[in-house]
């Protein structure tokens, strides 16, 4: 969540902290390309954001190909628009469907 607090650009990595629910760690987040993505709120311009999985546990740690995908707006807003992971479990995909508060 903190991650999209700030400006990012394409290509760019950023190591911050997280709580896998058992230990605090450092995890780096790959910002990927501009994307127009589609969801039921509308169309908006986003940048994705990929973090490394490996020193995750609990189900990341199960799936060493397993991905966490977040999509959110280039505005000032950087709101979460979609997210979408896959692990050895099964695989889940978000999409936001209102935002209050948010003027578009």
């Known amino acids: ?40 709120l509308g169309k908006f311009t ?21 991905i966490l995908r977040v999509w959110y707006s280039v505005d000032d807003n950087r709101i979460p628009i979609l997210i979408k992971s896959k692990v050895v479990v099964g695989s889940f995909t978000a999409k936001l469907r209102k935002a209050l508060g948010v003027v578009y």
């Open 1 to 40: 969540y903190a991650f999209r607090l700030h400006p990012h650009k394409k290509g760019e990595r950023k190591v911050i902290s997280t709580c896998d629910g058992k230990k605090t760690l450092a995890i780096s987040i790959k910002v990927g390309e501009k994307e127009q993505v589609r969801v039921p």
């Open 46 to 66: 986003t940048h994705s954001a990929t973090p490394e999985m490996k020193n995750l546990s609990g189900v990341f740690k199960k799936s060493p190909k397993g």
